[in-house]
């Protein structure tokens, strides 16, 4: 499956080295536009859009086959090998990528995940979305506000002292159509996210059989659970030289809560040299 793309590469950058971006469920490309401004003046950047997600086509979800897409068009760009960051769902669809074919990925750094399953109430929220029955939405106002009371009402969310969060209903506000003539509706593959849910959250089994010995960066948030010290020794069997580093003061959208540091971060990662030394964090 040939993926939707934003790319972000400056005049004579054609010697630079190349980077790959994979977004978090519900996101697109564009959402790293913060980091791929960062990575721009040293690298050649592109954000994809998953399958699902975004402007790309949609299908049945697994995590190798989201690997398969990305590694695709990478071929259609002319790109044999890149370094490749994930958050969250990107996150694990680029531990696969390096899993599956460990020469295409030349550094790899993950935001904010661990390969292993992950059930933090968002299957809930999916479920919600996909069953949306959409009136005619005007503006973006009108978005957030059908958005929000779709939040309120959904089961074990929200009480009288727990509203939704407006940057949410926002976030998933880019995935509609909307306009005065016709019902507003999902441009996103809701009912596939939603009926493939269960993948999202899981870790292929199959993929703890090999081992990716590049170097590595997993980024966690101080305050989310994603990355926790039970999951550490996970990832160090199946990336062997992987550090760990985590921002304090950001949970688990460490990239919009933190930016500068998250930048920081990756390009620190990016541009030094590839040993498998350097600081980690306890876990």
Known sequence: MQ???HE?????SMQKPAVVL???VFGRGRNL???ARSLAPDFRVWAFDLRNHGDSPHGPVSYEAMAQDVLDTMTQLGLERACVLGHSMGGKTAMAMALLAPERVERLVVADIAPAPMHFGQRRLAQTLAALKFPVLRDRQEVRAFLLAALREMPGTASSDQ???PALADWLGQNLAFGPTAPARWTIGMNQIAEGFA???DWPQALNQRCWKGPALFLRGGRSPYVSP???PAVKALFPNAMLQTLPDAGHWLHVEQPEAFNDAV???LLGPATSGGPTDSP
């Open 199 to 201: 993948q999202i959250e």
């Open 267 to 269: 390009r620190h990662f």
């Open 163 to 165: 509203a939704p969060d």
């Open 3 to 5: 993926l939707t793309f």
């Open 22 to 24: 994979l977004h978090g």
């Open 33 to 35: 536009g913060q980091l």
């Open 230 to 232: 039970d999951s550490w």
């Open 8 to 12: 972000r590469n400056e005049q004579g």
